[in-house]
């Protein structure tokens, strides 16, 4: 049984960081490109960030952001403990959503980020 769980979110001050974490169980994370997404109250489901199975040249994947989020999100891989994570710096109220990771066509049950001002 394949299972992707998320862990990390909570609540948080205006310009503070969290690091969320998905760990996956019953699949080997490593061979996948892993997103994550959020998504706020009356809004659409967002893709924040991916990250792509190693390579030659790029050992830890390759990395994309959404533009809202490039230069405060970072989203990195441990391919020994099948976890994805993903460091929030600089967190805005904004950045209020449930996260979600995604490997495939499987996803976490999400974790809650709320930021206040």
């Known amino acids: 049984q394949v299972q992707l769980v998320e862990s990390g979110g909570g609540l948080v001050q205006a310009g503070g960081s969290l690091r969320l974490s998905c760990a996956a169980s019953g699949i080997f994370f490593s061979m996948y490109t892993v997103g994550w997404y959020r998504q706020a109250p009356g809004k659409q489901r967002e893709l924040v960030a991916t990250?792509?199975?190693?390579?030659?040249?790029?050992?830890?994947?390759?990395?994309n952001y959404a533009d809202s989020v490039k230069s405060r999100f970072t989203i990195s891989r441990d391919n020994a403990k099948n976890t994805v994570y993903l460091q929030m710096n600089s967190l805005k109220p904004e950045d209020t959503a449930v996260y979600y990771c995604?490997?495939?066509?499987?996803w976490g049950q999400g974790t809650q980020v709320t930021v206040s001002s």
């Open positions: 995604n490997g495939g066509r499987y």
């Open positions: 990250i792509t199975p190693g390579a030659t040249i790029t050992p830890g994947g390759s990395t």
